[in-house]
Nanobody
């Protein structure tokens, strides 16, 4: 019913920047919170940043001051601007969205397929 497609990952040197995008499509009535998570090899998936429908943001301590999450509600898209990248930021980055698809029903969380970010030292 709802698909999330990420883009913008790649290989970058330490200190560089990348901008990730995640577009939601399908049967969407409204989108509540959206977020970015990441999973490095051998580690659990961790929260990177979230943004509410009113654009209130929250960040993991490890990315504060370097990453910025934003959204375009008209395009059902969430972005993650990543600056001053470090090798420890290397991971698969996933977006998610809390989506309501029908009136008078609860929302559900949907996930994208992930995009690889690799930061070389």
């Amino acid at each position: 019913q709802v698909q999330l497609v990420e883009s913008g990952g790649g290989l970058v040197q330490a200190g560089g920047s990348l901008r990730l995008s995640c577009a939601a499509s399908g049967r969407i009535l409204s989108i509540n919170a959206m977020g970015w998570y990441r999973q490095a090899p051998g580690k659990q998936r961790e929260l990177v940043a979230t943004i509410t429908s009113g654009s209130r943001t929250a960040y993991a301590d490890s990315v504060k001051g370097r990453f910025t999450i934003s959204r375009d509600n008209a395009k059902n898209t969430v972005y993650l601007q990543m600056n001053s990248l470090r090798p420890e930021d290397t991971a698969v980055y996933y977006c998610n969205a809390d989506v309501q698809t029908r009136w008078y029903s609860t929302s559900n969380v949907y996930w994208g397929q992930g995009t690889q970010v690799t930061v070389s030292s």
